[in-house]
């Protein structure tokens, strides 16, 4: 449970989330091809600047997943879903999920304040999302939903662990 607890603020075993997206994408573009959905990555992350943050690894790769699926469960076929990695100033990472056509309505921006009052779709889902909730915040990290017309943005922003220099 400690070793479960604890997160990595080490630069070295820190997490790089860009990799992390890039890597479940890849995995996963045969699933969402075969539901006739479109899969994509975008990350605005100079190659010279990190995206490791504060986690785990496996625990991030889970919420990023857990996110993808919900997503593509929700999706009506031609849909199209982008996930983007951009910094979110000098200390933050901030990682999107867009949607061509939104899975959630407006009241949706709640739905990880109100999991078990939200509609019954949502609610089979509750426990991987609300697993995604603690897991960013335990972080440090926020997490959330847009809702944005016809589209829609999962997000969640997690600190940045920057290299120390050496002494």
Not at 18 to 38: D, M, P, W, Y
Not at 82 to 105: M, N, Q, Y
Request: overall charge positive; aromatic content about 8%.
């Amino acid at each position: 449970i400690v070793t479960m607890q604890q997160v990595s603020r080490d630069y070295s075993s820190a997490p790089d989330v860009t990799e992390v997206v890039r890597t479940l994408v890849k995995a996963e573009l045969e699933n969402f091809l075969s539901r006739s959905v479109g899969l994509s990555l975008n990350s605005t992350i100079p190659p010279n600047q990190s995206a490791k943050v504060v986690g785990h690894r496996t625990r991030l790769e889970k919420v990023v997943g857990s996110l993808m699926h919900f997503a593509l469960r929700r999706a009506p076929e031609g849909a199209t879903i982008r996930l983007e990695v951009h910094s979110h100033g000098e200390d933050w990472i901030l990682t999107e999920l867009h949607e061509s056509a939104s899975s959630l309505g407006k009241e949706g921006e709640s739905i990880f304040d109100n999991l078990l009052s939200a509609d019954s779709l949502v609610r089979k889902a509750a426990l991987s999302l609300y697993f995604c909730k603690l897991t960013i915040e335990r972080w440090g990290g926020e997490i959330g939903y847009r809702h944005m017309g016809e589209s829609g943005c999962w997000w969640f922003r997690l600190r940045r662990v920057k290299q120390s220099l050496p002494s």
